[in-house]
């Protein structure tokens, strides 16, 4: 302590100009410490401050100010520094203000493993929080400049510079961040890349990076993994722009697992009067994996629409959507294109289109929330597509699971509207119709014609003209019917079988929440009277088509739609009605029975 005053009364003590020199420090300090505890202070001058954090955790300095510096490892460099700090009662916490113009400094924390240089600019800490001007920090390829305040929770700042995002986390961890900010980023790991960035920062400090006002961040080759999503994203080039109206993102190209995407769109920074938050999107892709976004989980429970009618609620969507190559679950698809927007609460998507498997779907559709789940519209057409993948995609079976019918598909006059919290209640719920139609393919061997090609005896009857029925299945030209749906139960009165061996005609119902089947099957072999009854010879045979033209066994199928329970139904039980409904199926002109030589004598 080279110079300067010191009082002493019954009620302070009191020191000024004292200049103390300590390592190659040199500061100038005045004060006071009052009785009951009440202390003022200054400090100015020159110095190292390797020092100065040495001075700071000493017993010299108050407790709010020691425990500060618990975080620092070591920090080294020069500096001008200004600190004032006044304390009106002990009982009372400390207000200060340090000011730090540094000149070449470095400070390492302890959860950093670099450290943090300051090399132009300065800074002032107090008890409020802190002011900077022009203040840049620096660590390893990152370089940020910061101007303006963070004080009492409030942010009025800008920062300007390029962050490695490797070590974002350890910029984080600078006391000038809240905490909100560290919070949002918890979710995210690995992150490498660069961010260019210009922001300027209004508001709340717990508000995170949602208090950025306006400004503009360029994305270079950033990847990382998100907690919430189960694929890496990579590959992330392109800019956000901020304004106090809207987010902003043109051209954002980005890969998603083994998935590519360009984007681009806006969304409001606020709400809109009605609650609704504004959204608007255009998203290419060269290839396109959408398992990736909705990844299969395990079937315990039906799948709930819950998280849809959410965001249903909170946007309003104007968006176009344009996919090369994609998949979904079985769904290899290309050419995907729709447009979408929410007009009067609803979703509405059209046009609607894509080709799989060989044929094309197109249409339109609407969505909206319900009181629970959602309640939607859709009107799809199906034309030419091959129809074993088409089912499998469906009836959502996997790969190793045997779907029992080939051809193609097609499918129109369709109509489809459902309401529900999950796939289940959806279900039971859906209302509509459509006409259907396969052409060219096998109905292969399964549970229901295996039965009945057995009762049949069909072998015999059709040896040496078609395959195997019991054990490679039914070659048909054309299915096709018109079904209705009412309350989840799927009904037709006029499902035709058409082949060269025989007809099936169906007519009933298939529950589909319940998985139930009611129907009555009538199977109507080709060929001669006498030739049929030679071949099968049982009892319950109808005469029906045109002239008793055609021989018809009818068969009940019930149950299970899984192992249903069949039974033949005798001639006396099967009913006008339904003998009628026969009668007309079988008089389609498709090909004619022909009657053999001695019944036309």
């Given at each position: 302590?080279?110079?300067?005053?010191?009082?002493?009364?019954?009620?302070?003590?009191?020191?000024?100009?004292?200049?103390?020199?300590?390592?190659?420090?040199?500061?100038?300090?005045?004060?006071?410490?009052?009785?009951?505890?009440?202390?003022?202070f200054?400090?100015?001058?020159?110095?190292?401050?390797?020092?100065?954090?040495?001075?700071?955790?000493?017993?010299l300095?108050?407790?709010?100010?020691?425990l500060?510096t618990?975080d620092?490892?070591s920090?080294?460099g020069?500096g001008?520094?200004?600190f004032?700090?006044r304390?009106?009662?002990?009982?009372?916490?400390?207000?200060?203000?340090?000011?730090?113009?540094?000149r070449?400094?470095?400070?390492l924390?302890?959860?950093?493993?670099?450290?943090?240089?300051?090399?132009?600019g300065?800074?002032?800490?107090?008890?409020?929080g802190?002011?900077?001007?022009?203040?840049?920090?620096?660590?390893?390829?990152?370089s940020?400049?910061?101007?303006?305040?963070?004080?009492?929770?409030?942010l009025?700042?800008?920062?300007?510079?390029?962050?490695?995002?490797?070590?974002?986390?350890?910029?984080?961890?600078?006391?000038?961040?809240?905490?909100?900010?560290?919070?949002?980023?918890?979710?995210?790991?690995?992150?490498?890349?660069?961010?260019?960035?210009?922001?300027?920062?209004?508001?709340?400090?717990?508000?995170?990076?949602?208090?950025i006002?306006?400004?503009?961040?360029?994305?270079?080759?950033?990847?990382?993994?998100?907690?919430?999503?189960?694929?890496?994203?990579?590959q992330?080039?392109?800019?956000?722009?901020?304004?106090?109206?809207?987010?902003?993102w043109?051209?954002?190209?980005?890969?998603?697992?083994?998935s590519?995407?360009?984007?681009?769109?806006?969304?409001p920074?606020?709400?809109?009067?009605?609650?609704?938050?504004?959204?608007?999107?255009?998203?290419?892709?060269?290839?396109?994996?959408?398992?990736?976004?909705?990844?299969?989980?395990e079937k315990?429970?039906?799948?709930?629409f819950d998280?849809?009618?959410?965001?249903?609620?909170?946007?309003?969507?104007?968006?176009?959507?344009h996919?090369?190559?994609?998949?979904y679950?079985?769904?290899d698809?290309?050419?995907?294109?729709f447009?979408m927007?929410?007009?009067d609460?609803?979703?509405?998507i059209?046009?609607?289109q894509?080709?799989?498997?060989?044929?094309?779907?197109?249409?339109?559709?609407?969505?909206?929330?319900?009181?629970?789940?959602?309640?939607f519209?859709i009107?799809?057409?199906?034309?030419?597509?091959?129809?074993?993948?088409f089912?499998?995609t469906?009836l959502?079976?996997?790969?190793?699971?045997?779907?029992?019918?080939?051809?193609?598909?097609?499918?129109d006059?369709?109509?489809?509207?459902?309401?529900?919290?999950?796939?289940q209640?959806?279900?039971?719920?859906?209302?509509g119709g459509l006409?259907?139609?396969l052409?060219?393919?096998?109905i292969?061997?399964?549970?229901?014609?295996a039965?009945?090609?057995?009762?049949?005896?069909?072998?015999?009857?059709?040896?040496?003209?078609?395959?195997?029925l019991?054990?490679?299945?039914?070659?048909?030209?054309?299915?096709?019917?018109?079904?209705?749906?009412?309350?989840?139960?799927?009904?037709?009165?006029?499902?035709?079988?058409?082949?060269?061996?025989m007809r099936?005609?169906?007519?009933?119902?298939?529950?589909?929440?319940?998985?139930?089947?009611?129907?009555?099957?009538?199977?109507?072999p080709?060929?001669?009277?006498?030739?049929?009854l030679?071949?099968i010879p049982?009892?319950?045979?109808?005469?029906?088509?045109?002239?008793?033209?055609?021989l018809?066994y009818?068969?009940?199928?019930?149950?299970?739609l899984?192992d249903?329970?069949?039974?033949?139904?005798?001639?006396?039980?099967?009913g006008?009605?339904?003998?009628?409904?026969?009668k007309?199926?079988?008089?389609?002109?498709?090909?004619?029975?022909?009657?053999?030589n001695?019944?036309?004598?």
């Amino acid at each position: 302590i080279g110079e300067g005053k010191v009082g002493l009364s019954n009620e302070n003590i009191q020191w000024s100009g004292a200049k103390v020199e300590f390592g190659n420090s040199s500061l100038l300090m005045a004060g006071s410490l009052k009785k009951g505890g009440a202390s003022e202070f200054t400090v100015r001058g020159k110095v190292d401050l390797k020092n100065l954090l040495t001075l700071f955790q000493s017993p010299l300095f108050p407790k709010e100010i020691q425990l500060k510096t618990e975080d620092i490892k070591s920090l080294s460099g020069a500096g001008q520094i200004s600190f004032k700090g006044r304390r009106a009662s002990s009982l009372q916490s400390l207000s200060y203000e340090l000011e730090l113009h540094p000149r070449e400094a470095s400070l390492l924390l302890k959860t950093a493993s670099h450290p943090f240089l300051f090399r132009d600019g300065s800074v002032s800490i107090s008890n409020l929080g802190a002011t900077f001007s022009k203040f840049k920090i620096q660590s390893l390829n990152s370089s940020l400049i910061l101007d303006g305040t963070a004080r009492q929770g409030e942010l009025n700042l800008s920062t300007t510079g390029s962050i490695d995002l490797k070590n974002i986390s350890a910029l984080l961890q600078l006391s000038i961040f809240p905490d909100s900010m560290r919070t949002q980023m918890d979710d995210i790991q690995d992150p490498t890349g660069g961010l260019d960035l210009r922001l300027n920062w209004t508001g709340k400090m717990d508000q995170g990076i949602n208090a950025i006002r306006e400004g503009e961040v360029s994305l270079k080759g950033v990847s990382l993994r998100h907690r919430k999503i189960p694929v890496p994203l990579s590959q992330i080039e392109g800019k956000v722009r901020f304004s106090p109206q809207q987010m902003r993102w043109d051209g954002l190209k980005a890969k998603i697992g083994d998935s590519s995407l360009t984007l681009s769109g806006a969304s409001p920074r606020s709400q809109t009067g009605s609650g609704e938050r504004q959204l608007s999107l255009h998203l290419t892709s060269t290839q396109l994996d959408l398992d990736t976004f909705f990844p299969q989980r395990e079937k315990t429970t039906p799948t709930s629409f819950d998280k849809i009618r959410q965001w249903l609620s909170l946007w309003a969507i104007q968006g176009k959507i344009h996919v090369e190559q994609g998949r979904y679950r079985n769904l290899d698809f290309k050419d995907l294109k729709f447009e979408m927007k929410t007009v009067d609460g609803k979703l509405v998507i059209h046009p609607f289109q894509l080709k799989a498997y060989g044929g094309d779907l197109s249409g339109d559709a609407w969505l909206q929330p319900a009181d629970k789940g959602i309640r939607f519209e859709i009107k799809p057409y199906f034309s030419h597509m091959e129809a074993t993948p088409f089912l499998r995609t469906l009836l959502s079976k996997g790969d190793e699971e045997k779907i029992m019918i080939t051809g193609k598909v097609y499918i129109d006059q369709a109509q489809l509207t459902g309401e529900g919290e999950n796939f289940q209640k959806v279900k039971e719920s859906l209302q509509g119709g459509l006409r259907l139609e396969l052409e060219n393919g096998v109905i292969e061997k399964g549970n229901i014609l295996a039965k009945i090609f057995s009762i049949l005896n069909v072998s015999q009857l059709f040896k040496g003209r078609v395959p195997d029925l019991k054990t490679k299945g039914l070659p048909y030209q054309r299915i096709s019917a018109n079904i209705q749906v009412k309350e989840g139960v799927a009904s037709s009165e006029d499902l035709l079988v058409d082949s060269d061996a025989m007809r099936i005609t169906i007519v009933g119902k298939v529950d589909l929440g319940k998985n139930f089947i009611d129907t009555k099957i009538g199977v109507h072999p080709l060929g001669t009277v006498d030739t049929i009854l030679s071949n099968i010879p049982i009892a319950g045979y109808i005469l029906t088509g045109k002239e008793k033209a055609f021989l018809s066994y009818v068969y009940e199928v019930k149950g299970d739609l899984n192992d249903p329970k069949i039974e033949a139904i005798p001639f006396k039980a099967v009913g006008e009605g339904l003998v009628g409904i026969l009668k007309r199926l079988l008089e389609t002109p498709l090909r004619p029975f022909q009657k053999n030589n001695s019944e036309k004598k």
